[in-house]
């Protein structure tokens, strides 16, 4: 489930969650135009100690929308920092209906993010969700592929680095490939549980 395929890893180096974390600031730090991310599983499991979350899953959902206003906010250096350097950062989001508990709550977050200027687009995609992974690109000079194990909720234990040429075109394909041919949803603008019109 989710897994991604050996083309991708193919030249890449193992990570451990450490070194993909640092593998992160060195690429950032490259980056000069685009940073993409692409989201596919529909349950992640968040760190522990996720206040927001343990709020939207206790049933305070008032709650967990302040705590996630909270959260997004001390990311405006993050926000600033795009800013200054005039980067497309964008999240690419994939969607199953209906929506899991964990997307459920992950809405009220995108939507505050939103509404503080971050980009997320919402897709529909033209294969079964499953067969989609989790990568960040990084202009066209690094990616990063997270792992999330095999169970059925993500949970990031390493990943994979890349610069090979062939994995970053495949990625960006991809990414170009669901803009293109998958359905934009609209889930923050309307219903829950089914794409808007």
């Given at each position: 489930m989710h ?30 135009r685009r ?163």
């Amino acid at each position: 489930m989710h897994q991604p395929p050996a083309w991708a890893l193919d030249g890449g180096e193992r990570l451990t969650l450490e070194g993909f974390l640092g593998a992160f600031g060195e690429a950032w730090a490259r980056t000069e135009r685009r940073f993409l991310k692409l989201e596919c599983w529909q349950s992640y499991r968040e760190a522990d100690g996720v206040r927001s979350q343990e709020a939207f899953q206790a049933g305070d959902s008032t709650r967990a929308r302040r705590l996630l206003e909270v959260e997004a906010m001390e990311d405006q250096p993050l926000r600033d920092e795009v800013r200054a350097r005039n980067l497309e950062f964008t999240r690419v989001r994939l969607l199953s209906y209906p929506l899991s508990d964990y997307l459920r709550y992950e809405m009220i977050n995108y939507e505050v993010r939103s509404r503080l200027g971050e980009r997320i687009e919402f897709f529909l995609p033209p294969s079964p969700v499953h067969s989609y992974f989790d990568f960040l690109l990084f202009d066209s000079h690094t990616a990063l592929i997270h792992d999330y194990g095999s169970g059925p909720v993500g949970y990031q234990i390493g990943g994979w680095l890349t610069h090979a040429r062939k994995a970053l075109n495949s990625l960006a394909d991809i990414a170009a490939d669901l803009r293109t041919h998958g359905e934009r949803a609209w889930p923050l603008g309307g219903s829950r549980d089914r794409p808007r019109a």
